[in-house]
């Protein structure tokens, strides 16, 4: 895989391919284009002249086509699953078994069915030669169609290779056909491979098969996903149609052959990009369109009106019309006259410029790809949120009260779905022909939850409630680990929020006095509401001597934050705190929001606040997380946090700005020797231990990160000393994955507690993996996080693993409860949003030994 | 072969139906011998049609790219204003069929030749007399110029039965006309500038047109291949979804707009703020209420309701929106304030037996031997 393709964001729709740049595209067809005639498949072990297939000779052949791809209609596909990627293998000490003991068992569900096939049920893969060979695929498919009687009706052939589910008279079959210009054509099928059940290819064939019982229940598929267009949800005033629909892959879990599914909500606008735009220009004033054009419309994808294709914006082009010409053939023809002819669709403003998509597949026969496409706004619909709706807290509400579904509507919507499939005569047939089908009812599993953390706060330790995960009323009135005093300090407001600043002020005070933090009075600062009075009062009062600096913002606008942030991490570099004036209007809420206020600032400066126990000594963890900046020319922030103490209470933080194609990993390798740097620093020591928490790899990305990074920061530790060497774990955290899991409690069914951990079953077989729920919900299905150690030699047994993951959980200072993630790859995510989203730069390494992006 | 034509001939006959059907526009068309659906696949965006069909003796052919004629999901997102349902049936050109009666346009393109000679007699008796259509072409090879045709010996393809001369296929027509009363235009596609006249077409084609008035015979619905019927206004619920997603999104629309206008007066203290009446809205309590007629000014609600009285008739039948007491206006609720930092926590998490107690004092350094 490319460089592109591994840094892609997480954000976008996965059914979009990447383009590698410096790759050329004859590289990459030849690694993965579909075997052609002449080479057969297999690698090296495949047979070149198949005679009958012994019994030993399949499971060879079978073992070694991790490889193999087949494309419905023969295309190239990513596989998304990062399947045939064994890791554990390497893993002495968990070749035999990856399950933690501690804990107390719970009876779970999860979203899985099971697939049930015949018994001695086998793929028969044939090799299919032409004599005169045959250019065109389409044309071979053709020719074969011509066969049903012997062939049977299910089958796939992708041009090549031909798949059946029972096995013809003779290992060679020859056939004739003619072309529609009267050539005999001489087709000579022959059997290659006897496939079992759970080898990649037939894997990747039940996904195929089940796509079509998708659309046979009149599902429409986008990006890799399939919705149901015709029961949608509205939110009118936003323009947003809600498509539910399902996630589904059917892949080799732990134990059985399943189908995951998981509903899935599609946002779509019922808005043409051409009215979004009109709307966008009649808010921005035709000076500032284009800009703002830009930054809310590329990377986002569209639905034209005309095909059923997604495109991916990747530039404006202001200086094309419908009116300007394309060469067709041999002639030009305007996008108006084309789109009329082809499609009967009538360009109403001729005056729109069109939407440039770079074309990442292959052109036709394995050519180059395709220049970019031209679109035109009007026949363009988006889909998904822009960066700006995500932020509006009012749509995204209005979201979550369509898309957010309790356990039990979630278990009641994929029963229902799978009912359907069962229901459905088409799909039954479909199915049957291939001799297969699906449980009906969702898996039943056993987990374990976790023992409850300790809190320590000083010298006091509390529990918490573990169903709430949550310590914030426990830890009133205990003072914290350690507190920065606040000397020399600083608030700005507008002369309209002088009341709520004072308000703050006196309310920072009461609370602190407990929390155990020393405050002398702030240098109150009044500036003019506009973002270069601001600029201005903080160049003129922030001090070298300055610790911290409030900053009380009259709305939620995005650019005096922004201009606040650059100034004081990149130009001079000093904590600082912005709140929005509207959250401390409310009396009620005042002493909750300044104790978090507080709490912040203590952390900005190097206080620390509370730790959990972590049986390990001299043990570095590591946390990184990506973000990709659109707007700013597709760079990608890669940022690192590493602790620096036993309590995990201390972090060495560092962010890198990557550009177009650069690896993540080749700035962070910086990082990390950074990282090790400060740890000696603080420690008088390197550590023994390092785990690695890899956040942000998307799907499909895997085996870039063990074949690539694992060297990597291999090469960076080796840098520290030749005699140094430290045990290193690495482990991929993955939020967004489709796996659900609910609890019967009380003849409900509910999320699992937090601490919940699952570690068989619905894991990979090939994988040292497991789930943790750490996290509480209040609303909707908990999502549990997927954890995947794809090296270790530090022999942590599996429950320790799980243990110190969720312990890590624990310490987010932002939360005074569990969050989803590791804490270092939360701080990580925070530190690149930030760098992404408001500063642009490389924050000054002043700051490095600060949690001052909280 | 067809290489000689730019464009090629087949898409040539192509447009010359989709030519027909623009300046027709026949509201049910259904296509013999549809095979992989290539001419449905572009009729399907003429907006005149309502009922498009195809028919074919080899449903695997029909079946390889049936799923391409249906709907995409913008077709859902901006349902059309015209109905449009698409069939495909399995069965013979030369029996009847009671679904293939009753359209408007039957459009067989070279289809005839590969039929049996005595089968065509039935084909016609089928066409013009049973189903008996409005209109119908007939396109099919014109043996005349196969002279021309650069390398050719026989027929142009092996499954052809038989290619006519311009005069015997003109013959067949005007004897159809004859027996089932309907009037023939010829005409055709493919022509080479420097040939005779007398020639004529690569491709012969009869246009044929009914002499009398039929009636709309009932439809029969069975053996269907593929049935899909494309969301449209036409179908009350998409129409009334889309009304009142336009309706409320216009009238919060106007809200804001109306809000902001008058938080601009406040701001500058000018006099009279909430008395302004050219927006037209006006608070009732903690809502406000957009009118309707102001709402009938947007262009889009206008084109799907036609008049106020119309809306308010809508509008009432709906629960989505809520209406004044008069049901004059649309109330909406002013929603403006909310907390955005610190999301209040709704406490509804679960107690339970799990509460396994913390580990004290755990060493797992000791635990691994090290």
């Known amino acids: 895989m490319t460089g592109r393709a591994r840094a892609r964001s997480r954000g976008r729709a996965r059914g979009q391919e990447t383009a590698a740049p410096g790759v050329t595209p004859f590289q990459e067809t030849a690694r993965e284009a579909p075997p052609s005639e002449g080479e057969l498949v ?80 086998v793929l028969y893969q044939y090799h299919v030669d032409f004599k005169p060979v045959m250019e065109s695929r389409r044309l071979r498919s053709a020719l074969m169609y011509q066969h049903e009687e012997t062939l049977g009706k299910a089958r796939t052939f992708d041009g090549a290779l031909l798949f059946l589910p029972h096995k013809l008279h003779n290992t060679e079959t020859v056939l004739y056909s003619e072309t529609r210009m009267g050539e005999k054509v001489q087709i000579t099928v022959t059997l290659t ?116 294709k997604t495109y991916r914006i990747d530039d404006i082009a202001w200086d094309h019309t419908p009116n300007n010409t394309f060469k067709r053939g041999d002639s030009e023809i305007s996008f108006k006259d084309y789109y009329k002819a082809q499609y009967g669709l009538d360009i109403t403003d001729g005056n729109q410029v069109l939407l440039i998509s770079h074309m990442k597949k292959i052109g036709p026969s394995g050519g180059p790809p395709q220049g970019p496409a031209m679109l035109v706004p009007e026949f363009c619909y988006l889909t998904g949120l822009t960066d ?97 005093p606040l000397e020399n300090w600083l608030m700005f ?62 709305s939620n606008r995005k650019d005096k934050y922004d201009s606040v942030k650059k100034y004081l991490c990149v130009d001079c570099p000093t904590p600082s705190q912005c709140v929005v004036a509207r959250t401390l209007c409310k009396q009620q809420a005042l002493m909750t929001v300044a104790t978090k206020i507080a709490l912040q600032i203590n952390c900005k400066m190097g206080g620390e606040l509370w730790s959990v126990e972590i049986p390990l000594k001299q043990l570095m963890i590591v946390g990184i997380d990506c973000y990709h900046d659109t707007a700013a020319g597709k760079r990608s922030i890669g940022a690192l946090v590493a602790s620096l103490n036993q309590g995990m209470s201390r972090w060495f933080s560092k962010c890198v700005l990557q550009n177009r194609g650069q690896e993540i990993m080749d700035g962070l390798k910086v990082a990390l020797q950074g990282a090790l740097k400060a740890w000696l620093k603080h420690n008088n020591c390197l550590p023994s231990r390092i785990i690695v928490y890899r956040d942000g790899v998307g799907d499909g990305m895997l085996q870039s990160v063990v074949n690539y990074e694992v060297p990597q920061i291999m090469e960076s530790i080796k840098t520290m000393g030749h005699d140094y060497a430290p045990k290193l774990t690495l482990v991929v955290v993955k939020k967004r994955i489709s796996s659900r899991f609910f609890a019967r409690i009380d003849g409900k069914l509910t999320n699992p507690p937090p601490g919940t951990c699952i570690d068989t079953e619905v894991t990979r077989p090939e994988w040292y993996d497991f789930f943790i729920v750490s996290q509480a919900v209040r609303m909707g299905s908990v999502s549990p996080t997927h954890y995947n150690v794809v090296y270790d030699s530090s022999g942590l047994k599996p429950d320790h693993m799980q243990r110190l993951t969720y312990k890590l959980c624990h310490m987010y200072y932002n939360w005074q409860g569990i969050i989803r993630v590791p804490a270092p790859c939360q701080y990580a995510h925070k530190l690149a949003f930030l760098v992404g989203q408001s500063i642009h730069r490389e924050p000054n390494m002043n700051l490095d030994d600060f949690l001052y992006y909280l | 072969m067809n290489t000689i034509f730019t464009p090629p001939l087949y898409i040539q006959r192509y447009e010359f ?81 009671p679904r293939t009666k009753g359209f408007d346009l039957v459009t067989s393109i070279e289809l005839i030749e590969h039929l049996q000679l005595e089968d065509v007699d039935r084909f016609t008796e089928v066409v013009f007399g049973y189903m008996a259509p409005v209109a119908a072409i007939i396109s ?35 004897k159809v006309c004859r027996e089932f009363g309907y009037v023939v235009a010829f005409t055709g596609v493919g022509q080479i500038p420097a040939q005779e006249e007398s020639i004529g077409f690569c491709s012969q084609i ?12 009932p439809r029969l619905q069975n053996n269907v291949l593929y049935n899909v019927v494309y969301p449209s206004l036409c179908d009350s619920n998409i129409f009334q979804r889309t009304l009142v997603n336009e309706v409320l999104y216009w009238a919060e629309t106007l809200k804001r707009e109306w809000l902001e206008e008058i938080r601009f007066e406040v701001e500058n203290e000018e006099v009279g703020g909430e008395g302004r009446t050219d927006m037209g809205l006006y608070r009732e309590g903690q809502s406000v209420c957009v009118p309707l007629v102001r709402l009938c000014s947007c262009p889009r609600v206008q084109a799907l309701s036609g008049t106020v009285q119309h809306l308010t008739k809508f509008l009432l039948e709906n629960s989505r929106v809520q209406l004044t007491n008069d049901g004059t206006a649309v109330v909406l609720v002013d929603n403006d304030d909310e907390d955005l930092e610190w999301d209040e926590n709704c406490d509804n998490t679960g107690t339970g037996p799990f509460l396994v107690s913390s580990v004290e004092n755990e060493d797992w350094e000791t635990e691994l031997g090290q």
Not at chain 1, 84 to 97: D, F, K
Not at chain 1, 224 to 250: A, E, K, V
Not at chain 1, 283 to 304: H, M, N, W, Y
């Open chain 2, 206 to 217: 009869g246009v044929f047109q009914i002499d009398r008035s039929g009636g709309d015979a």
């Open chain 1, 42 to 121: 297999g690698r090296g072990r495949q047979r070149t002249a198949p005679g009958a297939v012994s019994s030993e000779a399949v499971i060879q052949i079978s073992a070694g086509f991790q490889q193999v791809k087949i494309g419905e209609r023969g295309g190239r596909r990513r596989d998304f699953h990062d399947a045939g990627i064994n890791t554990r293998q390497a893993m002495e000490h968990v070749r035999e078994s990856k399950s933690g003991f501690s804990g107390s068992p719970i009876e779970l569900k999860a979203n899985f069915f099971k697939i049930l096939s015949r018994p001695q049920w």
């Open chain 1, 493 to 554: 407001f507008t002369r309209r929020n002088n009341d709520v600043a004072q308000a703050l002020l006196q309310t920072l005070n009461k609370v602190s006095t407990p929390l155990g933090i020393r405050m002398q009075r702030a240098i109150m600062v009044e500036y003019e509401d506009r973002q270069e009075s601001l600029l201005r009062a903080l160049q003129q009062n922030v001090k070298k001597e300055t610790q911290m600096v409030v900053v009380v913002l009259p």
């Open chain 1, 388 to 484: 700006k709706m995500r932020a509006d807290f009012n749509i995204m509400k209005d979201l979550s009260t369509h898309t957010r579904l309790t356990p039990e509507q979630r278990e009641g919507r994929l029963n229902r779905f799978v009912g359907n499939i069962h229901q459905n005569t088409e799909a039954q047939t479909e199915l049957n022909t291939w001799g297969l089908n699906f449980d009906n009812k969702l898996l039943s599993l056993t987990g374990r939850v976790l023992p409850s953390e300790r809190i320590v706060q000083g010298s006091r330790t509390y529990e918490y409630n573990p169903w709430q995960a949550d310590w914030s009323k426990e830890m009133r009135g205990i003072p914290l680990i350690s507190c920065r």
């Open chain 1, 193 to 308: 491979n006897e496939l079992p059940p759970t080898s990649p290819v037939c894997l990747q064939f039940y996904n195929i098969i089940f796509r079509r019982v998708l659309r046979m229940l009149n599902m429409q598929q986008i990006g890799r996903h399939y919705y149901n267009p015709t029961d949608p949800l509205n939110i009118p005033q936003h323009r947003l149609t809600i498509w539910p629909g399902f996630t589904s892959t059917i892949l080799q879990y732990e134990s059985n052959i399943m189908l995951c599914t998981d509903v899935s909500h599609k946002v779509l606008r019922s808005e043409t990009v051409l009215s979004f735009m009109m709307g966008l220009r009649q808010q921005s004033g035709d000076q500032r369109f284009p800009e703002a054009c830009t930054k809310e419309l590329v990377g986002l994808i569209v639905l034209t009106k005309y095909n059923n």
């Open chain 2, 140 to 174: 099919t090879p014109n043996a005349d110029f196969n002279p021309l045709l650069p390398g050719l010996t026989g027929f142009r393809h092996y499954d052809h039965k038989f290619e006519w001369t311009k005069v015997e296929f003109q013959t067949w027509a005007l």
């Open chain 2, 17 to 97: 139906v989709i030519d027909f059907v623009k300046k027709n526009k026949p509201k049910k068309v259904v296509d013999l011998g549809c095979n992989d659906c290539t001419l449905l696949r572009k009729l399907k965006f003429h907006k005149e049609i309502e009922l498009l069909a195809g028919l074919d003796i080899d449903c695997a052919v029909i079946r390889a790219k049936m799923y391409e004629l249906a709907p995409i999901p913008t077709d859902y997102l901006q349902p059309g204003d015209h109905p449009l349902t698409i069939e495909l049936y399995q069965g013979s050109v030369t029996e009847r069929d």
